[in-house]
């Protein structure tokens, strides 16, 4: 008998899902079975593959009606915005449009003696473990292109959003994808690390925490599978004398909010010019007063609980530590606020780096604001952190921004956005937020290896 996993509702801390995990010996079979299915699959024509998962992509899209009160009870995402498949269908789509560029083979040269080329060829079975704040977004960022490349895939996803490896499944099943080359699992801990250490795996995708990234990572040492990771984040904002005030508030306390603050690239610390500080700390608080808390299925609310009871804990402990050390908190609590999964969204001032709330990944509605007298002052800060996945700043200075960009220790930066994920660019980090890249043409190459051929033609 396997350990059951439970999907505990935010909404009222129902279980809205439970499943078996597979056994040890149960695992194996079905990665042996995908291990089976990868070669044929391999063979068919890239642009059968490219349609096929396509195909899958636009069969979830169909189900978008039964996912967005899914996700809602899964993980607390307003059912207003309208789930994922903008983003889903984006990502994919554009992976789909650069495969047969991205994955061509890289001619070195030919004449009459020698033919030399390198393919780009999968790894085999890939493993793609994905978390539950962007539960298909973040799926699709690995699983297409990793089929699209000729890979097939185990999905094993986070037990808060239970069902949708199970949907993502049944859709490209249904689209014509054999069951054998893409399967959702439901594994425990030690089951994934045992797989992982017996090399059941050729390449292992993991999105979640800096604990869990290690725990992949220890499993696969000695094994040289290679794993890519998406850890913790801790992602900036800097706003310059010279940026436009309105947009920069408008889209930093977005990113900071939505979702309950719970997105990988979310804004969690603010630096704020001297000149603009006042006027930003007024404007943000002004937004952050008009959000309605509820239930995520009622039409009227723009943020809905965590998607854990503990989650929300440890955002609600970031913040009295503040409080206690000197931050003034500047939103009152809202009526909603249960002490539990609803949490008053937070905006914190006099916070200094001491803080666990400037430090540590929070992945809450809460967001510390500092001001700032120079580039320098805001480099120094923006790099005092043990993470590195993006950095937004805001200037209308190009060439600012790049020179300032040029020396924040970070996977992306952006000006005058953020929070976003463009499928053109690699989605990368550095330091504790991990190493590996996904989506763009970077993407194909860490989900394929090279195999060089040189082929000699005469021989006389």
Aim: net charge negative.
């Amino acid at each position: 008998m396997g350990q059951t996993l439970k999907c505990i509702s935010p909404i009222d801390g129902s279980v809205y899902a439970e499943r078996e995990t597979l056994s040890p010996e149960a695992a194996a079979e079905r990665v042996t079975a995908a291990r089976a299915a990868q070669a044929a699959w391999a063979a068919r024509p890239l642009q059968e593959r490219v349609d096929l998962v396509m195909a899958g992509v636009a069969a979830v899209g169909a189900m978008n009606d039964d996912i967005v009160p899914e996700l809602a009870h899964m993980m607390g995402r307003p059912v207003r915005y309208g789930g994922e498949f903008g983003g889903f269908n984006e990502r994919a789509s554009h992976m789909a449009q650069i495969a047969a560029e991205a994955l061509a083979d890289i001619q070195v040269g030919e004449d009459a003696t020698f033919k030399r080329y390198i393919k780009h060829v999968p790894h085999g079975v890939v493993l793609v473990v994905a978390p539950w704040n962007y539960p298909y977004m973040t799926a699709i960022n690995t699983v297409a292109p990793a089929l699209i490349a000729g890979n097939t895939v185990v999905l094993k996803h986070a037990t808060q959003t239970l069902l949708v490896g199970e949907r993502m499944a049944q859709a490209f099943q249904s689209a014509g994808i054999p069951a054998d080359v893409f399967q959702n699992m439901f594994l425990d801990h030690d089951t994934t690390s045992a797989l992982i250490a017996d090399r059941a795996f050729d390449f292992v995708n993991f999105t979640g925490s800096v604990g869990g990234g290690q725990a992949m990572e220890r499993a696969a040492a000695g094994t040289f599978t290679g794993v890519g990771t998406e850890l913790g984040g801790k992602d900036p904002g800097y706003v310059m004398e010279d940026a436009d005030l309105d947009a920069a508030v408008d889209t930093l306390i977005d990113g900071a909010m939505f979702n309950a603050g719970q997105c990988c690239c979310g804004i969690e610390r603010i630096y704020v010019h001297e000149s603009l500080y006042d006027a930003f700390v007024e404007k943000a608080v002004a937004i952050v007063n008009t959000y309605k808390l509820g239930n995520p299925l009622e039409a009227e609310t723009t943020i809905g609980p965590m998607a854990n009871v503990r989650f929300a804990a440890e955002v609600r402990s970031q913040i009295a530590e503040a409080v206690a050390a000197g931050a003034v908190a500047h939103i009152a609590a809202f009526a909603e606020d249960d002490e539990g999964a609803y949490l008053t969204p937070q905006i914190l001032t006099n916070v200094t780096h001491d803080m666990r709330v400037m430090r540590d990944e929070s992945f809450g509605p809460v967001v510390g604001i500092m001001k700032v007298s120079s580039d320098a002052e805001a480099i120094d800060l923006m790099n005092d952190s043990e993470f590195g996945l993006t950095a937004s700043l805001w200037t209308g200075d190009v060439e600012r921004a790049t020179r300032v960009g040029d020396q924040i220790e970070t996977g992306t930066v952006f000006m005058n956005r953020a929070d976003y994920l463009d499928p053109g660019l690699c989605w990368t980090g550095c330091k504790n937020t991990g190493r590996g890249g996904g989506l763009s043409v970077i993407g194909y190459h860490n989900l394929t290896r090279p195999k060089s051929y040189h082929l000699k033609k005469v021989t006389g």
